[in-house]
């Protein structure tokens, strides 16, 4: 069974930084596809950031100069850094890994607020 699971997140000042990780389990092939989707409350999942098996990204208008993903082919894991947090950063977020399938993390709280 594939599992992913984020950890890093947290209670962080406007302008702070925090660095969330993503390691899966279950599964011997690369993702495709790995990324980082936010939910703020009342709001819709939204794209963060993603990060193909070569290394191709996609980010977000709004995370862009800001947020940096990296991750680690070989242990499928997924990293997400990210500087001068706003308080419209405030969601959880989702590590998600594509191959065939689409499979998701249980998230993890992020909260920007002094």
């Known amino acids: 069974q594939v599992q992913l699971v984020e950890s890093g997140g947290g209670l962080v000042q406007p302008g702070g930084s925090l660095r969330l990780s993503c390691a899966a389990s279950?599964?011997?092939?690369?993702?495709?596809?790995m990324g980082w989707y936010r939910q703020a409350p009342g709001k819709q999942r939204e794209l963060v950031a993603t990060e193909s098996s070569t290394g191709q990204t996609n980010y977000a208008d709004s995370v862009k100069g800001r947020f940096t993903i990296s991750r680690d082919n070989a242990k499928n894991a997924v990293y997400l850094q990210m500087n001068s947090l706003k308080p419209e950063d405030t969601a959880v977020y989702y590590c998600s890994g594509v191959l065939v399938e689409n499979y998701w993390g249980q998230g993890t709280q992020v909260t920007v607020s002094s």
């Open positions: 279950g599964i011997i092939f690369s993702f495709n596809v």
